[in-house]
């Protein structure tokens, strides 16, 4: 091999490992799994959005024009808010709003690449709410998202929000 060769292979190299890393650094966000403070994380106060999701649940509530019992409090994952955190992110990166990702993955596919063995899950979206009170609030005055909120099949969640997305996943492994 001469001297230009050997070069070029390692200038090749080299963009090839910096591109990789680049790549990986981009698409996963920090993750601090001792706290449910996620507001640096996923753009989002997880302590908050507990707070609300589980009043509703331990309060009851009327979904639609079903009166829902008060069911089990729900607890914050940090695996089920980087699975919503990514959502938003492509949803907010490629202008689209779906459940359905641009790649035709649903959520518990989605899940399942972060690692998350479920045995139940749901999804809420929504966009242009402006703090977690109020996407909260969105989401029981929508009948199909209330109902995800009270139903006692879900034991966990997790929020991310990108721009104007939000995306709440709740599962139960």
């Not at 993955?105 to 399942?112: A, P, V």
């Amino acid at each position: 091999m001469n001297f230009q060769k050997i070069k070029l292979y390692s200038l090749s190299l080299f963009l090839s490992v910096a591109l990789f890393s680049c790549e990986d650094s981009e698409t996963e966000p920090i993750q601090d799994t001792d706290n449910t403070d996620s507001e640096i994380i996923f753009n989002v106060n997880g302590q908050e959005l507990v707070t609300l999701v589980n009043k509703y649940r331990t309060e009851g509530c009327t979904c639609g024009s079903d009166v829902m019992p008060a069911v089990a409090t729900i607890t914050w994952n940090e695996t089920l808010a980087k699975t919503a955190y990514l959502h938003s992110k492509d949803m907010n990166d490629q202008d689209y709003f779906s459940h359905t990702g641009k790649d035709g993955s649903d959520t518990g596919i989605r899940m399942e690449r972060q690692g998350y063995d479920w045995r139940a899950y749901g999804e809420n979206i929504a966009k242009g709410y402006t703090n977690e009170q109020a996407v909260v609030e969105g989401w029981i005055e929508s009948e199909g998202h209330c109902r995800n909120i009270m139903s006692a099949n879900f034991e966990e969640m997790g929020v991310g929000k990108e721009g104007e997305y939000w995306t709440q996943v709740f599962g139960t492994r």
